[in-house]
């Protein structure tokens, strides 16, 4: 994979913590080859059920919470970050086509060359295939010579079935702190995780936590035009 | 947050009474319940800033766990499993009730003042 044949990655996701759960991995080589990375970041994850093991948040002071925590991420992983402003839980509920326009306009003022998003439809989350769709929508509408490459990312357990595998695979394991730095700065969002994960590593002998995060996977999309 | 003392909560909760108050009342074991496991089930379902008045409000228990009763003119609005409760800065009431590791499963609000979108 040569990272540096990119000159700027714009990622697309919903919720502060995908970027880091889904592609801190391919962040990190981005950003050691010098490639700039933009996060947009959908919502503030107001509606998250996790609030800290043992509990330090509630509904209404999650979103400070997650913005800060966001923020923080940005400077562990270096990479800037635009909070889009919508409400979780709520993207699909949203017309695809103002928000399809609203990430064409950011893609069209970024211009990058590599823009990640969720796979719609195999990416689990209702918010996740409803920014995904948009984001594909999206860089669809671009001119054909400006438009960058795509790839989405697909989290189901159907995907392989279904999909195939996925065209690019990063191998987060060499920089594998990091990945964990940047997950464990989503305090709030990480602490229930981690425990079950070592729980689950506990009785299979096994480190669940590195199995499940040490590959970040993605489909190449292709525009028909 | 801080575990349930009911009589704090039941004063707390009378003050609202016969007052137009906004409620936040949600239940949800979250996006991922079948992902995780098969036989698991993704329910959730929220309402914020119902505006809304109760002439009765009660909060009873056994242990950690609590319900909670408002009663209208023509209705009622409930939750079970609560286990936490806070007063936040606008001296809004906060309950919710977490599993083992912090997750919420269901929460109920009361306040003056709407909470914000």
């Not at chain 1, 995904?132 to 990312?153: C, F, N, T, Y």
């Not at chain 1, 989503?186 to 425990?195: F, L, N, W």
Request: with cysteine; proline share 4%.
């Amino acid at each position: 994979m040569e990272f540096n044949k990119h000159k700027h990655v714009v990622i697309i996701y919903p919720h502060p913590d995908d970027e880091s759960f889904g592609a801190s991995g391919t962040i990190t080589y981005f950003r050691e080859a010098g490639v700039p990375v933009t996060y947009l970041c959908g919502t503030l994850g107001e509606m998250g059920r996790n609030m800290g093991s043992p509990l330090f948040a509630n509904r209404e002071t999650l979103p400070e919470i997650r913005k800060q925590e966001l923020l923080e991420v940005a400077k562990v992983l270096d990479i800037e970050v635009k909070m889009l402003g919508y409400r979780d839980k709520t993207l699909e509920f949203e017309d695809k086509d103002k928000v399809a326009e609203h990430l064409k306009s950011l893609l069209e003022e970024i211009a990058p060359s590599l823009v990640i998003t969720h796979y719609p439809g195999y990416a689990v989350h209702p918010d996740h295939n409803a920014l995904g769709a948009a984001a594909v929508e999206a860089v669809k509408r671009m001119d054909s010579d400006k438009r960058p490459e795509l790839w989405a990312q697909a989290i189901s357990n159907d995907r392989i079935e279904v999909l195939g595998k996925p065209d690019i695979v990063i191998d987060a394991d060499p920089i594998f702190d990091k990945k964990v730095q940047a997950i464990k700065t989503h305090r709030s969002q990480a602490e229930a995780m981690i425990k079950r994960m070592e729980q689950a590593s506990e009785s299979s002998g096994e480190n669940e936590f590195r199995k499940r995060m040490r590959y970040e996977g993605f489909y190449i999309w292709s525009f028909d035009d | 947050m801080k575990p349930i003392k009911m009589e704090e909560v039941q004063q707390k909760l009378e003050s609202f009474v016969n007052k137009d108050v906004y409620v936040h009342l949600e239940t949800t074991n979250g996006a991922y319940a079948r992902h995780f496991d098969k036989k698991a089930y993704n329910v959730g379902a929220y309402i914020r800033n119902a505006k809304v008045q109760f002439s009765r409000a009660k909060i009873v228990g056994e242990g950690e766990f609590h319900r909670v009763g408002l009663k209208m003119d023509i209705g009622w609005i409930y939750a079970e499993g609560l286990t936490h409760w806070n007063v936040d800065d606008e001296g809004r009431l906060i309950m919710a009730g977490h599993d083992d590791v912090g997750r919420l499963m269901v929460a109920i609000q009361i306040g003056e003042k709407p909470f914000g979108q």
